[in-house]
């Protein structure tokens, strides 16, 4: 019963390569995020939707792609793999974004992505 | 600039003794302050979140304060136990959901 899952766990690829990342959640939350852990363990959120709608979207190259084709899936598409772009990718859902963005948020176990 | 310090960077201590990891923020305005545990090759796991009008908040033998005057936190264990061995992150936000992430104190509870 595990309320926020993502796919893959781990993810190796070559520079150049076009991957996505998969997240769902079973909470019946309103708004998901995507975070980027880097090697030094600093989070930075990249995105938030509510409702299926953009609301966050950080300083992110344009080579990162949301797509949430309902309110329990969030996905990541990546083009065009970095070298840089190896971290670890969090999802994350919310009730909502609730009394001054105060709504506790559950996180996934993370994306271990390795880009060679 | 929105920055947020925390301090110490690690912190090892013996099963059962208390700990205080500390937070300085500059963030402004000023939304809602969160700590979170994040255990080794997981998801961080929130433990209190704070808004402007809060200054204690507990969660079991959590317990975090917020003096939103001079922009600090602190987040309080008591009786530590070999499983508070984790990451903790402290992170500020502003407007509806702005985060600012704090770097984290890595403690080490020792038996």
């Known amino acids: 019963d595990t309320a926020v899952s993502q796919t893959p766990k781990y993810l190796v690829t070559q520079m150049g390569n076009d991957k996505s990342i998969k997240c769902e959640q079973n909470?019946?939350?309103?708004?998901m995020y995507w975070y980027k852990q880097d090697s030094k363990k600093f989070l930075k959120i990249m995105f938030s939707?509510?409702?299926?709608?953009?609301?966050i979207n950080e300083t992110v190259p344009n080579r990162f792609s949301p797509k949430s084709p309902d309110k329990a899936h969030l996905n990541l598409h990546i083009n065009s793999l970095e070298l840089g772009d190896s971290a670890v990718y969090f999802c994350?859902?919310?009730?909502?974004?609730?009394?001054?963005?105060?709504?506790?948020?559950?996180f996934g176990p993370g994306t271990r992505l390795t880009v060679l | 600039k929105n920055q947020v310090e925390q301090s110490p960077q690690s912190l090892i201590i013996l099963e059962g003794k208390n700990c205080t990891l500390q937070?300085?923020?500059?963030?402004?305005?000023?939304?809602?302050l969160r700590w979170y545990k994040q255990d080794t090759g997981r998801g961080p796991v929130s433990l209190t979140i704070?808004?402007?009008?809060?200054n204690t908040k507990s969660n079991g033998r959590y317990t975090a304060t917020l003096d939103a005057d001079t922009k600090q936190s602190s987040l309080h264990i008591t009786a530590s136990q070999l499983s508070d061995s984790a990451s903790y992150i402290c992170?500020?936000?502003?407007?509806?959901?702005?985060?600012?992430f704090g770097r984290g104190t890595s403690l080490i509870v020792h038996p």
């Open positions: 937070c300085n923020y500059t963030v402004s305005p000023f939304s809602n």
């Open positions: 939707y509510n409702n299926k709608e953009l609301i």
């Open positions: 992170v500020v936000s502003r407007g509806s959901y702005i985060p600012t």
């Open positions: 909470l019946g939350h309103d708004t």
């Open positions: 994350a859902s919310s009730q909502d974004f609730g009394s001054s963005g105060a709504d506790t948020q559950y």
């Open positions: 704070m808004t402007f009008s809060e």
